[in-house]
């Protein structure tokens, strides 16, 4: 069956003019004339019968039918070259661990620890990305993922990594307007989207009403929480073992030490049929070891 594909020099032509709105500047990137990359772009209009770029005033702006073709031949091409990227070095690695992971455990915990995974295993390329909710495993190109929650991923092998306790951390600054417990609940509440409760389970645990528990400023990422406290935002409710550097620097405090136990905890998720792959079952074992060992 014929399939109805460009040429590939067309499409990167079309995707780098499209981001520039520049036939000379997309020519500069790509080591082509103005000429060749305006050439390459009137041959993919004629193959797709619509104009993808009109002159307004002298400017090259994007039709409509444009903005929404060079928004997916962009993906398209990212994806392509990150497939040819993992074939070339397919033959370099006995195997490749596409993982998922929390960006604020990675950055803080994980991320550190990879130079003793790299030595133990250089047979083994790691691939990270970063995803906060689970997904579908068919639908994606990863092999493995951080979680954090409840062991109810569909389809996927759950094995338990560690829990947390959460502890209310804050700027040296901030730290001397409170002296009592009661105190936290008139101070600016940091809150993370994810986990919308926390502040009221904690009030609840130290028997402190708190009608402000669930307002405050909210943010995306656990790291931003971390900078937003760090900055005199306000109060952040923070597992400990993310905020370990920042307290041992003196950037943050602990006003109390009365830490929760969350309900919920980390997993290495993965699909069943992953269950058996070599570089899974190597990093499962790694990051097992590295947990026994804190």
């Known amino acids: 069956m014929r399939r109805f594909i460009p040429s590939t020099s067309c499409l990167i032509a079309f995707e780098t003019a499209a981001r520039y709105l520049s036939f000379t500047q997309a020519a500069h990137e790509l ?12 041959i993919l209009e004629e193959y797709l019968g619509t104009k993808l770029f009109e002159r307004i005033q002298r400017r090259l702006v994007l039709t409509e039918a444009g903005r929404e073709y060079a928004l997916q031949v962009s993906t398209i091409l ?10 070339m070095t397919h033959n370099n690695a006995i195997g490749v661990l596409k993982l998922a992971i929390l960006p604020t455990f990675g950055i803080k915990w994980l991320i550190p620890r990879l130079p003793k995974f790299t030595a133990a295993h250089p047979d083994v390329l790691l691939n990270l990305s970063t995803e906060v909710l689970p997904f579908d495993f068919s639908q994606r190109q990863v092999d493995a993922a951080i ?3 409840e062991p109810d991923w569909p389809g996927a092998v759950m094995v338990r990594l ?13 730290s001397k307007q409170v002296s009592r417990v009661s ?20 009030f609840d645990h130290v028997g402190v009403d708190c009608p402000n528990a669930l307002f405050g400023p909210r943010f995306e990422q656990l790291s931003m929480v971390i900078q937003a406290a ?39 998720t993965y699909p069943e049929k992953n269950a058996g792959k070599p570089a899974v079952i190597k990093f499962r074992d790694w990051i097992l070891g590295e947990l026994q060992g804190d």
């Open 183 to 202: 105190d936290l609940a008139r101070m600016t509440l940091l809150q993370h989207t994810t986990r919308p409760q926390a502040w009221r389970d904690w």
């Open 147 to 149: 979680h954090f929650g």
């Open 230 to 268: 760090v900055a005199g935002l306000g109060v952040a409710l923070m597992p400990k073992f993310l905020v370990e550097t920042e307290i041992r620097l003196g950037q943050l405090l602990v006003p109390f030490p009365i830490a929760v136990t969350s309900a919920q905890s980390y997993y290495l």
């Open 31 to 42: 080591h082509l004339t103005q000429g060749a990359v305006s050439r390459q772009t009137a």
């Open 162 to 174: 560690m829990g947390e306790e959460m502890v209310p951390v804050c700027s040296r600054a901030l």
């Open 78 to 87: 990212q994806q392509i070259e990150m497939a040819t990227f993992q074939a």
